[in-house]
């Protein structure tokens, strides 16, 4: 039976809108064509999956990078259920190009028997990009004829821009159902206005459930040096991740003052830089390796990772003071003596009120 002119339109308006929730907006990366950084973005898998299995779909090297971006025990096993629909993100490498930024060489996927672009696109991927991206970025003239065992570069959106002159991860949100600019941007800790200017205007009207949005996630400060393997190393808040050829575990948390807390991983590490992890411990201090801190007076110093070369890991003094903040002009006599006055002066008044209330016979 054939469809009637109202039903044909009725799905046309809605192959028109899975459409455009599916499409992922390019996200801008001004930055030079040879810019790397790390970036994130939201995974809703259609089916149950497993962390492995998410680890090889967008070839993440390391399980534990995944944990640390979910901030997931890093005792969590690899064969864990990632239910389905379930929101998760995932780490990977991002490449400035053409003013536009997109996944560095990675995630690398293999077509199956029966597969076609718009199925890997949109299920497999989950509408991250579409097929005339995965086409364009592999060369691939006829978006009808690939092979089973063919291997597809996945161009995943993001972007290596400072934002307000900092340095920040951007991080592929995928909007929920019903939600606001002002509601994500108080959860991530941005604006409505930054939300509006990376994303190319966007608002609450045109905003819609299942968009990609160019999230900036602030990091914590670090100690680490401009000449070190890892710079910058950007962690945002409520994540961990590995760094100096995983030696180093580094996390972020806004309750710590935006300071990035490292200490050593405990990880076994083999790999073709070092057999074993270096030594990390801060000059000038008696057995204090990265992560210990020691406490004298009112300032504590602390033993930080300050990045890392092809032979050592470096480490830097940090001191923070304790103290309480004190009147600008004022010593401890001057408050002691203002302390004082006060005591007098409430004594007096109290006489005065009593004179008030029981006077003299």
């Known amino acids: 039976m054939g469809l009637s002119s109202t039903e044909f339109l009725l799905n046309l308006l809605l192959l028109t809108v899975l459409f455009a929730i599916s499409t992922s907006a390019p996200f801008k990366c001004t930055s030079s ?27 993440v090297k390391n399980l534990r990078s995944i944990l640390g971006a979910n901030n997931l025990p890093l005792s969590t096993p690899s064969n864990n259920n990632v239910p389905a629909q379930t929101t998760i993100k995932i780490p990977f490498p991002c490449i400035c190009s053409n003013g536009t930024g997109i996944s560095n060489s990675k995630p690398i996927y293999i077509v199956q028997p029966g597969d ?41 959106p993001c972007s290596c821009d400072e934002v307000g002159g900092e340095r920040v991860v951007h991080y592929g949100h ?37 968009q990609i949005l160019d999230v900036p996630l602030q990091a914590c400060n670090s100690s680490v040096t401009t000449s070190s393997l890892d710079y910058p ?17 580094c996390k972020c948390d806004s309750a710590n003052n935006w300071i990035l807390q ?90 005065l009120f009593l004179l008030c209330v029981y006077p003299l016979q």
């Not at 097929?131 to 978006?143: K, L």
């Not at 001057?334 to 109290?350: D, E, H, P, V």
């Open 33 to 59: 064509s040879s810019s790397t950084c790390h970036a994130l973005i939201d995974y809703i898998p259609p089916n149950t999956t497993s962390l492995s299995s998410l680890k090889t779909l967008f070839s």
């Open 116 to 156: 076609i672009l718009d199925h890997i696109a949109r299920e497999v991927f989950s509408g991250l990009v579409t097929f005339q991206e995965i086409a364009a970025v592999n060369s691939i003239p006829d978006a009808n004829v690939i092979e089973a065992g063919q291997k597809l570069r996945i161009p995943l």
């Open 174 to 210: 995928i909007v929920e159902s019903g939600s606001t600019l002002e509601v994500i941007a108080e959860e991530y800790g941005t604006s409505k206005d930054i939300l509006m200017s990376l994303n190319n205007g966007v608002n609450d009207t045109s905003l819609l459930a299942g």
């Open 233 to 249: 190393l950007l962690v945002p808040n409520g994540t961990y991740a590995f760094t100096a050829n995983s030696c180093v575990r």
């Open 262 to 351: 490292c200490e050593p991983s405990g990880l076994t590490i083999a790999n073709s830089t070092w057999s074993t992890c270096p030594p990390m411990k801060c000059d000038g201090a008696d057995n204090l390796s990265i992560g210990n801190s020691t406490n004298a007076g009112c300032n504590t110093t602390t033993c930080a990772y300050a990045g890392f070369s092809n032979q050592t890991i470096l480490t830097a003094l940090a001191t923070v003071s304790t103290c309480p903040a004190s009147t600008p002009g004022s010593g401890s006599d001057n408050y002691a003596s203002s302390s004082g006055m006060s005591w007098k002066f409430l004594i007096i008044s109290l006489h």
